[in-house]
């Protein structure tokens, strides 16, 4: 893939969100128990302070972990990626290291010790601010504390450069879809 | 538009929200103060019970007449539509009345009073379940109560039939972009 070069985003960190993608969330350490899982039920809360939430199953091994750690990572990834995003998205960390079996490069956050994918083209790493519960699920709301885009994909101001690169969204189990017209509402 | 036959969906109403649209959110009362803005940032939090949350500047109209009625309504639109939610979506309820000037058709819920948009291919009418506190917004959580969609352009088991319709999705402030391919996983 080559190397990503990633700068830090400073302003409007939730266009890193939209469309909606099917994201990889990193929970746990890098150093200790880790896990990956694929998660489309993320969104943007708060722009400032920067905020993100997740729908989570509190069955989950991911919500193990982050009730753990109070850290994780959003991971947003590239369409030659989709493949990987439904392995990790469609059996347990329970069952399987899907760290290892997925074959995602890892590294380690840089504020967090949570694992981030070395691959994305974006990375929002977040400290747990709140959670609450809605039955079967819980949600996760993160204070973002590092957000981080592959500079030749992301305009600043724009979001996505969607003639650069196709980012998959989640219609359902196996199947995914890519944004690509694009209008320009005239006011 | 000619009419468009609803019907009421059973189970798995989260896939009248995938891939993640730019929504009209309907609140107040058909009866009395009604307004509508759009908002992607909208998703389901859970299952069974079904439900979804959005996240509303305080400040909003939309989060005043939700504090008062605690019911709203989610409307997914189809293409055709996308300057009309951008409409909604730049101005608010308390300058302009926006239920008049864009043009929308309303209707009463079935089961809420809050206003529906007659032309939606997809309508949750909701009630407050929850709200939490994220600084400049609030998340709301809402139980769905009922969902009715477009039967001729949604399959129950799969959502959206995306070769019959092109669903808005939200890049930034006037752009919008549109699901156009489909890949399904092999296993």
């Known amino acids: 893939m080559g190397v990503i070069l990633k700068v830090v985003v400073k302003d409007k960190f939730y266009l890193t969100l939209h469309p909606r993608p099917a994201y ?3 929970s746990g350490s890098y150093e200790g128990r880790m896990n990956l899982m694929a998660a489309s039920w993320v969104m943007p809360v708060s722009e400032e302070p920067p905020r993100v939430c997740l729908a989570l199953d509190k069955e989950s091994y991911t919500w193990e972990l982050i ?4 850290e994780f990572t959003v991971n947003v990834l590239s369409e030659e990626y989709t493949d990987k995003i439904y ?6 960390g329970r069952d399987v290291d899907k760290v290892k079996s997925s074959g995602f490069k890892m590294v380690k956050g840089k504020v967090v010790s949570a694992p981030i994918v070395e691959d994305s083209i974006a990375v929002l790493e977040c400290k747990l601010y709140k ?3 809605c039955g079967d699920t819980v949600l996760v709301i993160g204070d973002v504390i590092r957000c981080e885009v592959d500079v030749k994909k992301y305009n600043p101001k724009y979001g996505w ?3 650069e690169v196709s980012i998959p969204l989640h219609l359902w189990g196996r199947s995914f879809t890519y944004p690509c017209r694009i209008k320009i509402v005239k006011t």
């Open 87 to 92: 392995y990790v998205g469609s059996r347990s």
């Open 24 to 26: 990889v969330i990193g």
């Open 131 to 133: 959670t609450i519960d």
């Open 161 to 163: 450069n969607l003639r």
């Open 67 to 70: 009730r753990e750690t109070e």
